[in-house]
Structures are given as structure tokens and as C-alpha cells.
């Protein structure tokens, strides 16, 4: 009905309005937006990095955890609270990338993020940044509502097309067209958007835990004895050391599957990245120095529709991703006891699946607590032979990878969003919802600061296309 509805002449609607938008890929196509003179309105459920900060310190020192302002939700989007690595597969030195990175440059991050083979810039600049960044597009007008949560997005009657936003507190807000660009730990707009029948589509993600390393061993791993002090905690000559690991299982239960590292931190710390108490999930994070004593990163294998589908909740099957998810975030914290506390087993006792002894498991970063628990029993066991298997290649590779030293933290599990709001390929709007323009990691179509930024680009560069076209 909606989508027979459709109006051929339906650009005609665009005009000046309200747009939708959030985190880095939200920020960039508001930046976009307001440059060209159109009318921009941020709705953002967290709070303001200055506050936002504040939230993070009473988790991390109090463990109070607000469910709307944490490490994913607030200013910036969930890479705030990041390494602030800003490499990204899809392409160095495209027009885009380069434009994002000479407006981070332009927004106070250092010249070198433009020419260094890893950009990063962790945590303490990219709130600096963001400070700048706000300031500038309230100067363009842009106006900024924090601590308003969507809480769906409202259709045209008549059109099916998105024309607005239903906010928590009932208020509805008009727009001529609507940037999505929620993230994907958004699961109730997500249901929302299924229940006012948006195309939704499985998309295979990966998960699995965050392995924790001293990062004294790896540079002796990767530089050898002798250089391995030039690196001096991040003082040094030579950069802290990272890795990058990766196989495909050749043979057996797990063949096919693919296990490697995520989201590498080097000199970084593993944070809690929940938003609600009883869904345990974890990330990492760094500073721009990369002192820590540790190194951390996501160990996760595949997730196939198959895996997920026996998850579904009934009515609800394209969002069997986000079940699967909400699972094993569950079933980790009732190993973890509650409270946010981590459950852990060293590399070895997980590949023997023995629980680690309490009184000898080596030291973590995580600041909430960690408790021994049998990590092998939390996947589907296809899965833990994937990451077992790929672990002790690693092994053979980088030596002592998945040995006593090597502490496993449960879970990873939001490497991506684990669906896809379908779009067209060329307007970017979403293929059942005209005027809604699904944009960003949560949407399906990045993956990173970077490409998320890059994708509110190109919504925004679509939106003002479709504008022009109907004002021709
Ligand atoms: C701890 C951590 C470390 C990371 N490290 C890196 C890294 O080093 N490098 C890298 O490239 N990537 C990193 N990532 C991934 C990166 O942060 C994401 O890929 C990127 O932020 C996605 O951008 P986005 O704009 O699509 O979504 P998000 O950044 O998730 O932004 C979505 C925004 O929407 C808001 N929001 C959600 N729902 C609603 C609603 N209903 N109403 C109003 N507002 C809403 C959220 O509060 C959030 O601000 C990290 C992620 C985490 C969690």
C-alpha cells in the first residue's frame, strides 16, 4: 500500500526542513547540510561531551551506568570513547576520506593524521575535537537537542514516506527528510522501524570476546629484545606495538568460518560498552599517548544468519542478529555475576576449557572487575572451534599470543550492526520509506569513524541532490 503510493512526482516535497542525525556519520551529513544553508536539527539521546564525560567517570569510578549517556550513547556517537584509529578499508585517499580528515584537522586534530599509514587520535583529542566541532555548526545554525531520544519515525499517511520523528516524550516533529544515523546498539528504534514495516535485512557480523595481552610482550614479540625499550610506554622512538591475525578454518565442525583481530588498541584498556545493567558487552579504548600496560583486542569469528535465525522472536526474524546479540550479552553477565563484572579465562585454560584459577589469572585492564567463567560454554560451539582453532595458529605466528599471559573478556558482540535498513543504491533512501536515508554503522553501511562520516556525507550530498532537482 505504502510503497504503490508513491507520488512520481515526489521530489517536489523537499524544501528546507529538520533533519534527523547523530555520531560521526549524524555529525558529518549535518556538517554537509549546514554548509549548503539548510536547516539542521540534531536529536541526540545522550549528552553533550562535557557531561557525557562526567556519566563515563561515575561508570568507571562508581559503576553507575546511565543508560542514555555511556561510552556508545552521547555526543560524538560510540567512537568518542575510542582509540580514535582512523583507518578504514574503503579507501585511503578517496575525495570523502580526505575531506573528513581535513575536517577533523580543521577541527583541532594534529596535521600527521593526513600523512601517518594509522592515523589515530584516542580519546582525549576526539573530545576536543567534538567541543570545536559544535560550536562550529551552531554557528551554522545547526541546533543540537540533547538528551531527546527518537523513538520512531513517522510515515505520510498517504506516501509511506518518512515525513518526521516521534520523539520519547510523544512530541512529533516534522522534517522534509530524515538522516537515520543511529548506531547499532539502537535496537528499539530498530523493532520500531520493523513494526512501521521498513525493509529490514539480516547482515552477518561477527563476535566473540576481547583478548588482553601485557603490551611489553608484544613489542618483544614484534621488535624483538633488542628494540623492544624503544617503545618506552608510548615515549619512545618506535610506536607501540599492534598486530593484525586472521584465519579461515580449513577442516572440521568450524570449517569455512572466519576468526581475527578487531579493533586492535594498542596501549589501550578494555571499557564497558553496555547500555542497560543485565547486557554485558565490552570494547577497547586508548589515549592518544598509548601508555597502558596492556593491549588489547577483539577476537570474534562470523555470525551467519544461520547461527543467529534459532534466536528470532516471532514476528521479528530479520532482527534475529540483535536476538543473538541481546543472548549472549545476557547469558555473559549471569557468568559475570551482575554489576558489570567481566568473566575471563586465559587463552590456554580456553582452549583445555577449564576454568581459570581465580588466585593466578594475570592482571586486567578492565576497570569493573573480572571473575574466571567458562567462556568456551558461551557460543554456539561452531563458533568457539572457530576462535579455538584460530587462536593456536595465532599462536604459532605471533608466540605466546594464547598462552598463560593472554586473558580472554567476555563478550564482543557489537563489532557491527547485525542488520540493514535496505536503501537504494543511487538516492540513498531507504527502499520502503521514501525521505528516510539510513546512514551510518548502525544502518548497515560503515563500519568505523571514518566510513560512518563518509556515509553522512554522501546521504547529505544526496539529500541536497534530490532538493536541487525538485527546485529545477
Ligand atoms: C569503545 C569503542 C571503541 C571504538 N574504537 C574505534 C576506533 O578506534 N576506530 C574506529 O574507526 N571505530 C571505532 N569504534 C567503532 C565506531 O565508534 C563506530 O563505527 C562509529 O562510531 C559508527 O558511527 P555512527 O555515526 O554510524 O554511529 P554511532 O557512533 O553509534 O552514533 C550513533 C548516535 O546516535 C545516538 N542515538 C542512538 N539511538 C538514538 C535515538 N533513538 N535517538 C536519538 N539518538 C540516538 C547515539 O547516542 C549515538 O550518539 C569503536 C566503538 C566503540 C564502542
Known amino acids: 500500500m505504502r510503497r504503490s503510493s508513491r507520488a512520481a512526482g515526489r521530489r517536489g516535497r523537499y524544501a528546507r526542513g529538520r533533519k534527523k542525525l ?26 553533550p561531551v562535557e557531561e ?47 575531506a573528513v580528515l581535513h575536517a577533523l584537522v580543521a577541527f583541532g586534530a594534529p596535521e600527521n593524521i593526513l600523512v601517518d599509514g594509522k592515523p589515530h587520535l584516542g580519546t582525549d583529542r576526539l573530545v576536543r ?47 522534509k527528510a530524515v538522516v537515520l544515523a543511529a548506531g547499532h546498539s539502537s535496537r528499539g528504534l530498530m523493532e520500531a522501524l520493523h513494526e512501521e514495516d521498513v525493509k529490514l535485512t539480516y547482515q552477518s557480523f561477527a563476535a566473540g570476546f576481547r583478548i588482553e595481552h601485557p603490551q611489553g610482550m608484544l613489542d618483544t614479540i614484534q621488535y624483538g629484545e633488542k628494540y623492544a625499550g624503544y617503545v618506552d610506554g608510548g615515549k619512545g622512538p618506535l610506536p607501540v606495538a599492534d598486530y593484525r591475525v586472521a584465519n579461515t578454518v580449513p ?65 521479528y526474524e ?10 549472549i550479552e545476557r547469558e555473559a553477565a549471569i557468568m559475570g555475576g551482575g554489576k558489570l563484572v567481566v568473566p575471563v579465562q586465559t587463552a590456554e585454560d580456553f582452549l583445555s576449557e577449564t576454568v581459570s584459577n581465580a588466585s593466578t589469572l594475570p592482571s586486567s585492564s578492565y576497570r569493573l572487575g573480572v571473575v574466571p567463567g567458562p567462556l568456551h560454554e558461551l557460543y554456539p560451539r561452531e563458533v568457539t572451534k572457530a576462535i579455538q582453532e584460530s587462536l593456536a595458529r595465532f599462536d604459532k605466528q605471533l608466540p605466546g599470543f594464547a598462552g598463560s599471559q593472554a586473558l580472554i573478556h567476555a563478550p564482543e558482540a557489537r563489532t557491527s550492526s547485525p542488520v540493514r535498513i535496505d536503501r537504494d543504491k543511487e538516492t540513498l533512501e531507504s527502499v520502503s520509506c521514501r525521505a528516510l536515508y539510513p546512514t551510518g554503522e548502525g544502518a548497515g553501511y560503515a563500519g568505523g569513524i571514518v566510513s560512518a562520516a563518509c556515509d553522512g556525507l554522501a546521504a547529505a550530498t544526496e539529500i541536497l541532490r534530490a532538493y536541487k532537482s525538485a527546485q529545477a
Not at 561515575?58 to 552521547?74: I, K
Open 22 to 47: 547523530n555520531g560521526p556519520a549524524g555529525l558529518f551529513a549535518a556538517l554537509a547540510l549546514a554548509e549548503a544553508g539548510e536547516r539542521v536539527t540534531v536529536f541526540e539521546r545522550g549528552q
Open 251 to 315: 577442516d572440521g565442525v568450524a570449517a569455512g568460518r572466519a576468526c581475527y583481530s578487531f579493533c586492535m588498541c594498542p596501549g589501550g584498556q578494555i571499557v564497558p560498552t553496555s547500555t542497560v545493567e543485565d547486557e554485558l558487552c565490552i570494547n577497547g579504548m586508548s589515549f592518544s599517548k598509548r601508555s597502558s600496560k596492556w593491549a588489547n583486542s577483539g577476537l570474534v569469528s562470523t555470525i551467519t544468519e544461520r547461527d543467529a535465525k534459532p534466536f528470532a522472536d516471532e514476528g
Open 318 to 327: 530479520p532482527l534475529c542478529g540483535v536476538s543473538f546479540q541481546r543472548h
Open 129 to 175: 575535537i567534538l567541543r570545536t566541532a559544535r560550536k562550529y555548526l551552531e554557528g551554522l545554525g545547526v541546533e543540537f537537542r540533547f538528551g531527546v531520544r527518537c523513538a520512531r519515525v513517522n510515515r505520510d499517511p498517504n506516501t509511506g514516506d518518512a515525513c518526521g520523528v516521534t520523539l520519547a516524550d510523544g512530541a512529533v516533529v516534522a522534517a
Open 52 to 98: 557525557r564525560g562526567r556519566d563515563i567517570g561515575a561508570l568507571f569510578a562508581r559503576r553507575q551506568l546511565n543508560e542514555e549517556s555511556n561510552l556508545c550513547y552521547g555526543e560524538g556517537g560510540a567512537g568518542t570513547w575510542s582509540d580514535g584509529k582512523l583507518t578504514t578499508r574503503i579507501g585511503r585517499n578517496s575525495e570523502r576520506v580526505r
